[in-house]
């Protein structure tokens, strides 16, 4: 058994060689500068209650669901929060997910059949491209954020094409022109699905509804374990395409269905939003702060994630260890994750950073670039 284990061994141990090893440990204890929690829901103490007591009057929530949403996990407390959400984005149906990663698995593995082309930006989410190992779809990428190159390799397509971007990239901490994006597959009638996990509650809505792009859009991607502080997703799309997923979706179809805890704290959520503005505003003026300290990064100036390039792992890995060793927690993204010499410091901000721990930040970093 060891020697046919071999193999595994010596991928670990060039990942260890390397200092890229993952490894799961407890969360750390310090300020919060690598989570998605942008605007601090997920310890919102006041949302929090309001949860508790949806708990406290509804104990029926926390039970299990029973099986997929085609057996009996389908209960009426799934159907009235997707019902809810529709209504919310102004969109025709909604169908949710346990997670954005199973969303997109579902999205790109069955709309795209074999006759037809998947075209990506380069820095799209890991979920879409093991999606498209799953579709039987010829798969390209095109040059990130580049609407030339993306027409240049449309312009050669004759089939079916579905083109795939981020509102906001994870990595990079960057927009994409969905606007003239938009504009480019409409013109080439290809179908443009529009992931929104890092925008959604950051911008309002999402970038989709702030430039009413709705009609434009096949599906969008809104995830609730981010800014929301929730878990799960929905995909926004046309009655068909839900129908359509209902039916052919693997990921859906075979999934056991979450909690109901799960969709009431979504619905809760969107509520909250409504009702609290203070920790978007919190945010922006947080990230105001971040860049007047003058980091040099390829990120958007109004992004909450900021990427800080250190073109060497064993450099970043210093960097990341000296600032656990003053308390702050910080993510840092290796290479071949990313590709060698762009190997960066992940930094998220949030609505409850304050103005000294983002300079306490800063001021380390600059002693390392």
Request: glycine share 6%.
């Amino acid at each position: 058994m060891l020697n046919r284990l071999c193999y595994f061994h010596e991928a670990l141990d060039k990942r260890k060689a390397d200092q890229t090893l993952r490894i799961l440990k407890p969360r750390s204890e310090g300020v919060d500068f690598y989570s998605n929690d942008y605007l601090g829901l997920a310890r919102n103490k006041e949302l929090r209650n309001l949860l508790l007591k949806q708990i406290i009057d509804h104990p029926h929530l926390l039970s299990g669901s029973t099986g997929s949403r085609l057996i009996s996990g389908n209960s009426k407390e799934v159907i009235e929060t997707e019902k809810f959400i529709s209504k919310e984005h102004k969109s025709s149906s909604s169908l949710l997910f346990s997670s954005g990663y199973n969303a997109n698995l579902a999205l790109f593995s069955t709309l795209p059949n074999r006759h037809d082309t998947i075209i990506v930006d380069e820095k799209i989410h890991r979920s879409v491209h093991d999606a498209c190992k799953m579709s039987n779809a010829k798969k390209l990428k095109f040059k990130h954020n580049d609407v030339d190159d993306l027409e240049k390799i449309l312009k050669r397509q004759n089939g079916k094409c579905y083109v795939a971007i981020e509102s906001l990239y994870s990595m990079d901490g960057d927009f994409a022109p969905i606007r003239e994006i938009a504009e480019i597959t409409k013109k080439y009638n290809a179908f443009l699905i529009i992931d929104e996990a890092h925008a959604f509650g950051v911008f309002g809505y999402g970038l989709v509804e702030k430039y009413q792009l709705q009609t434009k859009v096949l599906a969008t991607v809104i995830t609730y374990g981010k800014a929301l502080g929730s878990h799960g997703a929905a995909i926004l799309c046309d009655e068909v395409i839900k129908s359509y997923l209902v039916n052919f979706a693997s990921p859906f179809i075979y999934t056991t269905a979450a909690q109901d805890i799960q969709w009431r704290s979504i619905k809760t959520g969107y509520e909250f939003l409504k009702t609290n503005k203070n920790p978007s505003s919190g945010l922006q003026q947080n990230i105001k702060v971040f860049h007047q300290q003058n980091i040099k990064t390829p990120s958007s100036e109004n992004s909450p994630i900021q990427a800080v390039l250190v073109s060497d792992n064993h450099r970043l890995k210093d960097l990341q260890d000296t600032l656990l060793s003053e308390g702050f927690l910080t993510y840092a993204v290796f290479s071949p994750t990313v590709k060698q010499g762009t190997e960066r410091l992940r930094i998220c901000l949030h609505s409850f950073n304050t103005e000294e721990e983002i300079i306490g930040l800063t001021t380390i970093i600059k002693g390392f670039i």
